[in-house]
T-cell receptor
Framework: EAGVAQSPRYKIIEKRQSVAFWCNPI?????LYWYQQILGQGPKLLIQFQNNGVVDDSQLPKDRFSAERLKGVDSTLKIQPAKLEDSAVYLCASSSYPNTEAFFGQGTRLTVV | GDSVTQMEGPVTLSEEAFLTINCTYTATGYPSLFWYVQYPGEGLQLLLK?????DKGSNKGFEATYRKETTSFHLEKGSVQVSDSAVYFC????????????FGAGTRLFVKA
């Protein structure tokens, strides 16, 4: 079974630029998550989708972050404009049901300079 | 709100030593409990889980028992190896309201040969 795929693995941008991350979840998984993991901390949920609907985006900085999940499969997370404090690893995860364990991709390491 | 507290690291052990990483949680009802492991440069991998009180999760020599009376889910391994060096995250999924995974801050483990 293929795992969660994310791209790119690494990205370096200057502050105020924009960036987008892509995620392809495990086939058949209806629930998709984006987490932000700052160095030395645990992952923090940014947004949770159930199929193509948003379940929880309470911690998403909506003035600069946006996410979509078209057709309930792939998802993209965008940051525009980026700030220095956005430097982190962005993890995508999926699960078959909302209350079951999540499976994670390898993450995208973003450095904002 | 729901939360997870882990012992601070780093934890440094010699090979074949006994490992305990403490984890306590705050949640209403009976959440599901998890341990995830993150190797350098990788995403999170599910290590073990327990979904009800007194359940014991186990995998790769690691064990953790769901203790409702002490709201704990401590991770143990009888004999660690150098290859166990990683960051370990305790996590929960509440069984009420939003079903997002909530993570602790992580505990870094170093195992010396």
């Amino acid at each position: 079974e293929a795992g969660v795929a994310q791209s790119p693995r690494y990205k370096i941008i200057e502050k105020r630029q924009s960036v987008a991350f892509w995620c392809n979840p495990i086939s058949g998984h209806a629930t998709l998550y984006w987490y932000q993991q700052i160095l030395g901390q645990g992952p923090k949920l940014l947004i949770q989708f159930q199929n193509n609907g948003v379940v929880d985006d309470s911690q998403l900085p909506k003035d600069r972050f946006s996410a979509e999940r078209l057709k309930g499969v792939d998802s993209t997370l965008k940051i525009q404009p980026a700030k220095l404090e956005d430097s982190a690893v962005y993890l995508c995860a999926s699960s078959s049901y909302p209350n079951t364990e999540a499976f994670f991709g390898q993450g995208t390491r973003l450095t904002v300079v | 709100g729901d939360s997870v507290t882990q012992m601070e690291g780093p934890v440094t052990l010699s090979e074949e030593a006994f490992l305990t990483i403490n984890c306590t949680y705050t949640a209403t009802g009976y959440p599901s409990l998890f341990w995830y492991v993150q190797y350098p440069g990788e995403g999170l991998q599910l290590l073990l889980k327990a979904t009800k009180a007194d359940d014991k999760g186990s995998n790769k020599g690691f064990e953790a028992t769901y203790r409702k009376e002490t709201t704990s889910f401590h991770l143990e391994k009888g004999s660690v190896q150098v290859s166990d060096s990683a960051v370990y995250f305790c996590a929960l999924i509440p069984n009420t309201g939003g079903f997002k995974t909530i993570f602790g801050a992580g505990t870094r483990l170093f195992v010396k040969a």
